[in-house]
Every structure is written in structure tokens, then in C-alpha cells.
């Protein structure tokens, strides 16, 4: 690098080239090398051509030079790029007071030291002030929409935080909405999404930490966690964990998932995704990690158990009894819709003689036009309802209607008329899909899609034997996943009692008086025991 | 030793392992009735040799006790020198061969006996013992978390299929007690106690449990546990099948034929199956991964996990052409021929080591090196 470092300097003084041209011939990484030589002269002209240069003349970068009004032997330029910056924020805070006089009796600058330190301490109003140095740093800050002004005779920068730019408000979660809880959802501003946990969580101890991933694309992640009830381990792995990303982009908290999972090959995540800023403080408070993106409304959390993956926060803003109920159907919906079909075709395969003669009569008399067998069928008819899926979410909404229709009544209603596939196995297909829709996560949705068909296949090679080997095969992989650090089949394997108040069924509030022990000398008392509600004595 | 197994297991873990392993061998083979001529006094049999168990089940403990956070291989080498050490370990591993190898072989010919008699035994033993050395190579903790849910599983099942058949008990024919006599008893019980002797399968587990203190009592909780379901599922047995009993060979299997649920299920064999099959597996993989542990540790071998899989072949093709037919397993299972087996490897090999141990003063320089190695 250095030495092609040289190389470029050496055209640059030979050829007599422009800075343009020697940018435009240059690859990513000698660019990034380039601007990283060239440093601030204090000449505006240059300063001037060097960021133009380096942007490649790009048109939404806009310069500004103006005269200071208070003196003006003292030229300024300001520096930002348009969209951005909010206008109005500009023209108030920075545009406006160097066009005008000053305000009350400050000594007027003679020299641009001077007036470059009056401009930072008392002048200009932006909310946030930054120093550059370097143009490297000018150029960064100015992708992120800080207005930067030069002074000329001074080789440094002021960049002012005038961000503002077009973008989604806070609405409701469309992945993860519920009956009864707060309605909003996480947004494409990490600076939003920070504000909505901290206004859940009032304490200071919500501590946040940001890092820079992707060398092109400079995306911001934020590090959150609760001091003192996150262990200390969790937080230090997960901050090795993202500190060791190297790449160039990062567009969604998908690309961090899959940089810091323990078992990148496995089907199941181990990292839980949320749109709901109450589950991430909900999680954060039983000593989680939360990690936020930029560019993103879904926000990771970590560890992630298997249990976590059936809970909905509105589990908690339900009444326990009732909450509990909807686990346990989750459960039970999760359970179907892995096994279903391979139950199914495991049963009318090799098992006749569990079902009642009057249903396997009944099943008998749909198959006889079938010219398939079962798992033929059955593989058909799921990889049909996958399409209708996938398709249903793809298109465009105007044409909608059109392919539920051609769903419901080529695939349901001709298909079965047609004598191509069962009527009782449409029905089957049909509860798997209503089943799998009822988990609350949907990347855990699509992995039990996933897995659905080679246990299907096995079930049609080996009947019921098949679906045992193929379970205990998940089962196996299960046992030996961890999320950071924790058994993924917790608390059920290994056992812990305790934490089956919040797993399998959802404890009434004021039973739940200690926090899930993830291994820590942290703080573990959620509230004092004995607040069971009790009627007053007479 | 630390090196080769890195896991820890707690102590609920070790409870859900022995209680299947147990389990298991009582689903598998139901000696009791149909070797020995006791009918219906099956229970007490049950009853008897469960505390022949726990008697022996402490005494590995106590032994696992005096040489701590070593397996059997270890101390044996260390007690009997190292050749003839070596050789008592070696023996102690075939015979674990040997019982996965006919858990195995059990389980897949209950399939192709009872279910799909036109696939051959080999699939079912291979898919099986393909799992068991899958779950050995992740290590004793996947085996074990794998373990808690199958016990989960296997217990719900097996109460079911206790409690189903309900309609068809005729608790008469638990009369008249000890109508053959106490000879035939202590012979049935005996027999009964030769079946356990997997539990010798603790002396490998104890150097890896997390709290030593409660190898004891959580060993007598498992068998007090598993001894309260073989008597249950031995009077149920016999409530249900009354003079039929003799011809009883997979007990649970044939209690599932007899359940019909709600008119919507009928003849739930495949359920015991399943939770035989699943149990069958977690067995298999803890003798098989107390083999693979055995033979890294007599060959000094610096990882173990890279001989589950051939290990595994071996008890695959052993699993094969171990018995020549269902005729011949029943022979097996006798006291001439199993019996003498286990209770050799099982009470007399623990039990030299234990005296010589003794005898020699092994004891103080084992728990020393324990000492030295905290």
C-alpha cells in the first residue's frame, strides 16, 4: 500500500495530473489510500478541490463560500451535502450568522485562528460540534449529513450536526402486532430506536455503545445493554463479536446475524430478531443484549434460546392463565407444523392399522383416484403451498386477489376434482400452513418450513421410524447448540426449574421475583417476593 | 484425562441418564416373564432386584468415591498394573460393545418383527446407531441434554401406556403371591439384577459429574425411580394378561396393541415403539460413548470423538449377526449365559479392583493424585 502510495504520488508530480483525473483512475482501495495522505492545507481553494475530487464531483455536494460579515478579510466555506442537511437548520444555525454581524460586543477577529475560534465557541449553533483534522474525517462526517465549515489560513474544520432527511415515522410493527401492548415499532434511525428504549427504561444504566461496520457502507451498530444485570462475559462477547466484523456493508441487521451466530450452518437462529422496542427492553432487563443497525427496524437480541422463540411480549400484557394457553398452542402449532404431513403419510404409508377402520375407509376411498403416492403428493402439494407464499408476499399488491384465487380453486378445489392429489391431504396441507403462521418469529417460521421435507421424506421411506430418526436428528443438533454461550434447549435441557415460570407457561408477575441466572454475579432480584394481590381482610 | 472429555454433567442429567438406561432394558427384555416360570409374581422380582441394584449401584459410587475424577480404565490400570489394568478395562469396553450392540438389535427387530417386516434389520440399526455416534461425537453434555428431553418424552409415553389399558386390568390375577416358591423368586430375581449390569456404565459417568457430593443419593434416586416403574409396569402386565403372560415378550409393545383411544386411535404399539426408540438410542449412545471414552483412555489417545463413528460400525455389524433369531435371544437372556456374563464383568471385575485395591493401598496415592490435580 505504501508503495503504491508512492507510485500515485510520483504520477501526481511527474505528469503534472489533476487531482480528478488521478481519483478517476484509481481503484476503491487507492482512493481510500489517497485520501487518507492528503491532509488539510488551510487553503480553501484546495480544500475545495480535494473533497470534490474525492466525491467525484458529485452533484449533491454543495460548497458555499462566503466572507465573514463581521471582517471581511476572513473567507469561510461551508461544506454539505444537499438532502442531508436539513435547510432551514442550516440556513439558521450556520448560513445566517456568518452573514450577520456580531451580535454583541465580542472583539472582532483579526486573524482566521481567531475568528475560526469564535465561529466554534459562540457563533454557530449547531447542535453537535466535531473538529476534523483530516480530510478523511471531513469526507466521513459529511456522508453523514454534519455540514462542515473551513476557514481560510486554517488547516481544520468544524462539522456541525444539521442532519435532516426524509424518513418513516414511527408506526406499527407490521411482522409482530398485538392485541393489547404499546403499538410502535423500531425504525430505520438508530438515534430513534436508541431514544424509544430509553424512554421505556428510565435508569441510567442503560449504557449504549457504537460502532462503525462496513467499510463502505459505515453503518452505525449500537452495543445495548443494562450494566449491572447484563453479565460482564456477555457483554465482553458480544463486543469482541462485532468488533471482529470486517466488510465492506452491513444493510441490515441480517448481515450482523450472520457474522456473529454461533452455528452458521444450523437451520435454527440463535439470535432473536424483534420490530418491538418493548420486547427489546423486556429482553434487556432479564440481562440480554440488544444489538441496533442502522438502516434497519429489526433490532437483534441475544442470547436466543429455542423457549424465546414462542414468546410474544403481549404474552406479558395478557392475563397469565390465557397467556399460558397461547404457549402451549404455539408449541403444539410449531409441533404440527413439522410433523403433520410426515404423520400423515406415515400413517396411510405403513401404519393403516392405527387409524379406525371407519377413517381409513374414508382415506382409502380419496386415494383410490390418486395416482401418486403419499409423499409424492404431499411434496407436491407443500412445495405448491410454498410458492403460493412466497409469491403471495412478492407480488404486487393489485394482483393479490388474483393469485389467492388461483390458489383456492386450481390447487384446492381442481387439483383434488382432477383426481391429482387427496381431498383429506389438502386438508392436511392446509392446518400445517395455518400451524406454522401461529409461530411468533418468523425467521423460526422458516426454519421449521425448511425442515418439514426432509422428515417428510423420511416418513414416506421409513414410515414413523423415519419421523423419530428424523426429530431425534433435530433433537440431537438442538442439544449441542449454544447462543452465546447458553444451551439452546434451556431451560428445558439442561433442567432449570426455575426459569420454567417463564418458558413453557408464563408465570403470574409477582411469582416471576427472580431474574433468568445467565451465569452472573449480577443483580438478580426483579421485585420483592410475596406481592400476590389478595383481597383486604374483614 | 480432562483432555479427552471436556464436558460436565449436573446431577439431574446423570438422574435422566441411569433412569433411562434402566428403563430401557426392562422394555427390551422382560426376563421375568418369560424365562422364568414366576408369572405373575414379576413384581416382586422387580422389587427384589431393584434393591440388589441399589446395593451394587453404591457400591460403583463408593469405588468411583476412592479414585477420584478417574473412569474404571483409569483406576483399574492403576490397581491391577498396567497390563492386566489394561486388560479388565478391555473387557468392561467389549462388554459395553456387546450391550449396545443388543439394545440395538432388540429395537430393530421389535420394528421388523411388529411393524415393517419387508425392511431389513440393517436399516434400522444403522439409522440408529448413525444418531448415537452423532450425538457421541458432539459429547457427553449433547448426550445428556438430548437424554433430558427423550426422558421427558419416554416417561410421558410409558405413564400413558400404564394408565390406558385400564378397562382391561383384572387385578386377580396378581394372585396367589410366591405360588412357585422363594427358589424360583431368588432365581427370577437374579436373572432380574443381571439385566441392570449397563449400570456399570456410572463408573465411566462419575469423574464428569459436576457435584460429587450427590453421586450417591442421585444414583439411589434413579434406581428407586426406574425399580418403582419396572414393579408398575410389571403388574400391569400382569393385571392385563393374566395366564398369557409367558408369551409376553415386549411387554410395553404389547400393552400399546391393546389401547384404543377415544375411537380415535387404535392400537398405539407404535407409541412404546417410539419412546423404545428414542430411549433405545440414548442407551446406545452413552455405552457408546463410554466405549469410545474406554479406548481412547487403555490407548492413551489424545481425542476420543474420531472413533465414534468407526466404533460405531463395529456395533452395527455385531448388532447383525449377534443372535441368530428371536429363539436364540431368549436362550441369551438366561442365568447360564448372560447371567454369568454380567455378573462377571459387572461384580466381580469392580469388585477385584475394589479388594486388590485395597490390599495394595491404591487408595491414599489415588485420592493424592486427585489432590494434586485440583
Request: net charge neutral; charged share 15%.
Amino acid at each position: 500500500m505504501r508503495f503504491l502510495l508512492k507510485v500515485l504520488r510520483g504520477i501526481r508530480r511527474r505528469r503534472g495530473r489533476t487531482l480528478k483525473q488521478l481519483v478517476s483512475d484509481a481503484d476503491y482501495h487507492e482512493i481510500e489510500a489517497y485520501i487518507e495522505q492528503e491532509s488539510l492545507t488551510g487553503k480553501l481553494e484546495n480544500t475545495e478541490a480535494l473533497i470534490k475530487a474525492a466525491f467525484g464531483g458529485s452533484p449533491d455536494l454543495v460548497f458555499r463560500r462566503m466572507r465573514l460579515a463581521a471582517n471581511d478579510q476572513i473567507e469561510v466555506l461551508v461544506c454539505y451535502i444537499d438532502g442531508l442537511v436539513d435547510m432551514h437548520l442550516l440556513a439558521e444555525a450556520i448560513l445566517g450568522p456568518i452573514g450577520s454581524e456580531l451580535p454583541f460586543d465580542l472583539p472582532l477577529p483579526a486573524a482566521p485562528k481567531g475568528a475560526y475560534d469564535l465561529l466554534g465557541q459562540s457563533l454557530l449553533h449547531g447542535a453537535a460540534l466535531q473538529e476534523v483534522d483530516e480530510l478523511g474525517d471531513a469526507l466521513k462526517v459529511l456522508s453523514k449529513g454534519f455540514a462542515v465549515v473551513f476557514v481560510e489560513g486554517v488547516a481544520q474544520g468544524q462539522a456541525y450536526a444539521v442532519q435532516g432527511w426524509v424518513e418513516r415515522s414511527v408506526e406499527e410493527p407490521t411482522t409482530e402486532s398485538a392485541v393489547r401492548g404499546p403499538k410502535q415499532g423500531f425504525v430505520e434511525n438508530p438515534r430513534v430506536n436508541t431514544s424509544m428504549l430509553r424512554r421505556i427504561i428510565g435508569a441510567p444504566e442503560l449504557w449504549f455503545e457504537e460502532l462503525e461496520i462496513g467499510g463502505v457502507t459505515k453503518t452505525k451498530v449500537t452495543l445495548a445493554y443494562i450494566k449491572g444485570i447484563a453479565s460482564n462475559d456477555l457483554i465482553e462477547e458480544a463486543r469482541r463479536r462485532l468488533q471482529s466484523i470486517t466488510v465492506d456493508a452491513v444493510f441490515e441487521s441480517g448481515y450482523i446475524e450472520e457474522y456473529i451466530e454461533d452455528a452458521p450452518f444450523s437451520p435454527f437462529p440463535t439470535l432473536l430478531r424483534t420490530e418491538r422496542p418493548d420486547k427489546a427492553a423486556g429482553s434487556l432487563l432479564e440481562g440480554r443484549i440488544v444489538i441496533i443497525t442502522e438502516g434497519t427496524p429489526f433490532v437483534l437480541i441475544a442470547p436466543a434460546v429455542f423457549a424465546s422463540f414462542l414468546m410474544a411480549s403481549e404474552d406479558y400484557y395478557e392475563r397469565s392463565w390465557t397467556s399460558s394457553f397461547l404457549r402451549l398452542v404455539r408449541i403444539i402449532a410449531m409441533f404440527i407444523s413439522l410433523t403433520l404431513p410426515s404423520f400423515y403419510i406415515a400413517i396411510t404409508t405403513f401404519h393403516q392399522e392405527m387409524l379406525p377402520t371407519p377413517l381409513i375407509l374414508s382415506i382409502a376411498a380419496q386415494r383410490e383416484g390418486v395416482p401418486f403416492a403419499a409423499i409424492v403428493e404431499a411434496i407436491f402439494l407443500e412445495l405448491s403451498f410454498e410458492l403460493l407464499r412466497e409469491a403471495g408476499i412478492r407480488l404486487p399488491k393489485v394482483v393479490g386477489p388474483a393469485i389467492s384465487i388461483v390458489g383456492a380453486l386450481v390447487l384446492g378445489e381442481a387439483a383434488v376434482q382432477a383426481g391429482l392429489v387427496s381431498s383429506a391431504m389438502v386438508i392436511v396441507v392446509a392446518f400445517t400452513a395455518i400451524a406454522s403462521f401461529a409461530s411468533p418469529i418468523w425467521s423460526m417460521t422458516l426454519s421449521v418450513h425448511l425442515l418439514r421435507f426432509p422428515i417428510m421424506i423420511l416418513a414416506g421411506s421409513l414410515g414413523l421410524f423415519g419421523v423419530v430418526m428424523g426429530l431425534s436428528a433435530v433433537l440431537i443438533h438442538l442439544s449441542a447448540l449454544r447462543t452465546f454461550g447458553v444451551p439452546y434447549l434451556e431451560p428445558f435441557s439442561p433442567v432449570i426449574f426455575p426459569q420454567w415460570k417463564d418458558a413453557g407457561i408464563r408465570a403470574p408477575l409477582w411469582m416471576m421475583d427472580v431474574r433468568p441466572n445467565r451465569k452472573s454475579e449480577q443483580d438478580r432480584i426483579r421485585e420483592e417476593p410475596e406481592q400476590k394481590p389478595r383481597p383486604p381482610q374483614s | 484425562m480432562a483432555g479427552l472429555e471436556k464436558g460436565k454433567i449436573n446431577s439431574k442429567q446423570l438422574f435422566t441418564l441411569l433412569v433411562l438406561t434402566r428403563l430401557i432394558a426392562i422394555l427390551l427384555d422382560a426376563p421375568t416373564f418369560s424365562a422364568t416360570s414366576i408369572g405373575h409374581d414379576a413384581w416382586i422380582a422387580a422389587v427384589i432386584s431393584t434393591s440388589m441394584v441399589l446395593v451394587w449401584a453404591c457400591f460403583l459410587v463408593h469405588i468411583g468415591g476412592k479414585f477420584p475424577g478417574m473412569t474404571i480404565i483409569e483406576y483399574s490400570q492403576l490397581v491391577l498394573g498396567p497390563w492386566l489394568g489394561r486388560l479388565a478395562g478391555f473387557l468392561i469396553i467389549l462388554f459395553f460393545i456387546q450391550e449396545s450392540a443388543r439394545a440395538v438389535s432388540v429395537c430393530g427387530a421389535a420394528y421388523v418383527t411388529a411393524v415393517m417386516p419387508e425392511t431389513p434389520l440393517l436399516v434400522f440399526v444403522l439409522m440408529i446407531t448413525f444418531l448415537s455416534a452423532n450425538a457421541v461425537r458432539g459429547g457427553l453434555e449433547v448426550l445428556a441434554r438430548a437424554g433430558t428431553i427423550v426422558f421427558g418424552v419416554t416417561i410421558i409415553l410409558l405413564t400413558a401406556l400404564l394408565i390406558l389399558p385400564l378397562n382391561k386390568m383384572d387385578f386377580n390375577y396378581l394372585r396367589p403371591m410366591l405360588a412357585e416358591g422363594w427358589r424360583e423368586l431368588q432365581k427370577a430375581s437374579l436373572l432380574s439384577f443381571t439385566m441392570y449390569t449397563d449400570y456399570l456404565i456410572i463408573t465411566m459417568l462419575l469423574p464428569y459429574l459436576e457435584n460429587q457430593k450427590s453421586a450417591a443419593r442421585t444414583v439411589a434416586y434413579a434406581t428407586l425411580v426406574s425399580g418403582v416403574f419396572i414393579a408398575v409396569l410389571s403388574i400391569v402386565v400382569v393385571v392385563t394378561f393374566g395366564p398369557l403372560i409367558s408369551y409376553v415378550n415386549l411387554p410395553a409393545f404389547s400393552l400399546g396393541r391393546l389401547v384404543d383411544f377415544a375411537l380415535i386411535i387404535e392400537r398405539l404399539e407404535i407409541i412404546p415403539l417410539i419412546a423404545f426408540t428414542v430411549g433405545t438410542g440414548v442407551k446406545q449412545a452413552l455405552l457408546l460413548w463410554g466405549v469410545v471414552l474406554g479406548l481412547a483412555q487403555i490407548f492413551n489417545l489424545k481425542e476420543m470423538q474420531a472413533l465414534a463413528y468407526p466404533v460405531g460400525l463395529l456395533i452395527v455389524a455385531f448388532s447383525l449377526w449377534i443372535f441368530h433369531g428371536a429363539l436364540d435371544k431368549l436362550n441369551f437372556i438366561s442365568l447360564r449365559s448372560f447371567g454369568i456374563l454380567s455378573i462377571l464383568m459387572g461384580v466381580v471385575i469392580p469388585l477385584l479392583i475394589y479388594i486388590v485395591g485395597w490390599i495394595r493401598g491404591s487408595f491414599a496415592s489415588a485420592a493424592k493424585k486427585g489432590a494434586d490435580r485440583d
